[in-house]
């Protein structure tokens, strides 16, 4: 399948690209100042395999030095790192680039900003790096005339998609839930733990969400281009897929990397699941782009569970007639308790924003009761379990259980409350801003219970009274 680097030309044409981008930003009056006194050579040498790696070439190509290494101590301001992307929005459109495939580049260019941008200087006035501003403008014919059309260059490709994006490319909800809740769960969901939730999903891939959404186009382009395996997308849109993935990531829990090693299974409703060998065919082609996309081997496990875990839960959203995800507006703790009872769970509505969830069975999927708190000012869910703690319990004895939970499960909150009698907690943001997917709420719901509840292994003194709250 070939990736945007393969479309718009590869090396040749990043070289050329490249090289008329540092031409505009030696001459710009905002941030010429930084090529000076630099080997161009040198850079241009590297922005090339930087810019290949964006587009698509496998990761391990690239040797330059780590990103925050080489440019904080610049001191870039916010500023002047969104001129220096709308400089490259020119040089690409310039080019030939789509504006869709823009979109995308600059998507995963954004994802780097805290690598590049000294928060410390914030001197010029911001500019938003997006496409729009260039939409109307024509190249010069003495640029036009020296850079071939990128789309000239290309390959003409029919598996290689073009469709009108509607994504934000960094709509990542943001949550800050009340500092005083019924549960003192001590947690601040802030745009910043969604972020780091996925970061933590998503990092080996060069790019972060922006480059998960271009490898599962290409995953639908695959598909669909085989006769015998097109029907796993029935109903589907590769729209729908690329905005679940992003909306609902956080509602797959990341767990630890051998647990990753039993096999890919489906979850999506029986009645539209599909035969094992073509289910295990789109597993391969999944893992065949991550593996050009630069993605380690032993990674491969981890990303294709999450990457596939969401596409079931589209598949079942299109192809089933009842209500699949909850609306934001409709979210309330009658309504949560409605999805959880649903999944053969109890519930008990303690006040207007926090229910108790607790299964009926001993020793069943849910071993450890849990809050589900509601911030409906922020749009965020909060799942939190407590444990209480032997009072006698000393400082060093909670921090190393609080560090072993950590190590062991990295992705929740885990920290003592110690304002009346000691608590034993963990706590895991969710946001609603596009709605609850019931289904993967069950699911992480069950997830989050037995992980919690794994943690009591690493209670080497016995300080924890296994009581639930």
Do not use: W
């Amino acid at each position: 399948m070939p990736t945007l680097y393969d479309k718009y030309g590869g090396t040749p044409t990043m070289k050329i690209l490249v090289r008329e981008f540092y031409k505009q930003a030696r001459v710009n009056p905002k941030v010429g100042h930084y090529f000076n006194k630099l080997d161009m050579e040198k850079l241009i040498d590297h922005q090339v395999q930087f810019l290949s790696v964006v587009l698509g070439k496998p990761a391990k190509t690239y040797t330059g030095r780590e990103l925050a290494d080489a440019h904080h101590p610049l001191n870039i301001s916010d500023a002047e790192f969104d001129e220096i992307g709308r400089l490259l929005v020119n040089t690409l459109k310039t080019g030939g680039v789509t504006i869709d495939d823009i979109k995308l580049i600059m998507g995963v260019v954004l994802e780097i900003r805290d690598e590049i941008v000294d928060r410390t200087k914030q001197s010029l006035p911001q500019v938003q790096t997006q496409p729009a501003p260039v939409a109307n403008k024509s190249p010069s014919p003495a640029v036009a005339k020296q850079i071939p059309t990128i789309g000239a260059l290309a390959k003409p490709s029919p598996s290689t998609h073009t469709e009108n994006s509607t994504e934000k490319a960094n709509s990542i909800p943001t949550a800050e839930p009340a500092a005083s809740t019924p549960v003192q769960a001590q947690t601040n969901s802030t745009s910043t733990d969604f972020k780091q939730q996925q970061k933590a999903t998503f990092k080996p891939i060069f790019g972060g969400l922006p480059r998960i959404k271009m490898i599962v186009r290409d995953l639908y382009s695959q598909v669909n281009e085989e006769p015998e395996l097109r029907h796993y997308f029935l109903n589907v849109t590769p729209e729908k897929i690329i905005a679940d993935q992003e909306h609902f990531a956080s509602y797959v829990l990341r767990k630890a990397d051998h647990s990753y090693l039993g096999g890919f299974f489906q979850s999506s409703d029986l009645s539209i699941q599909v035969g094992a060998v073509v289910f295990n065919e789109v597993i391969d082609i999944l893992r065949k782009i991550l593996l050009n996309a630069g993605l380690p081997e032993h990674d491969t496990p981890r990303l294709i569970t999450h990457i596939m875990e969401i596409i079931e839960e589209t598949r079942t959203q299109c192809n089933d007639n009842k209500i699949g995800v909850l609306k934001s507006v409709d979210v309330s703790v009658e309504a949560l308790s409605k999805v959880y009872q649903k999944g053969k769970l109890d519930t008990i509505i303690k006040s207007p924003d926090l229910i108790y969830v607790s299964s009926p069975f001993k020793g069943g999927p849910y071993p450890f009761p849990f809050f589900t708190q509601i911030d409906s000012e922020n749009q965020t869910l909060t799942l939190i379990a407590k444990a209480a703690v032997k009072e006698s319990v000393t400082p060093e004895e909670m921090g190393y259980l609080l560090n072993e939970a950590k190590q062991y499960a990295p992705i929740l909150n885990f920290y003592s409350d110690m304002d009346d009698a000691p608590l034993y907690v963990a706590s895991y943001s969710l946001p609603f801003e596009f709605g609850v997917p019931n289904r993967l709420l069950i699911k992480i719901a069950q997830q989050f219970s037995k992980t919690f509840s794994d943690t009591f292994t690493y209670d080497a003194e016995e300080i924890l009274l296994k009581v639930a709250l």
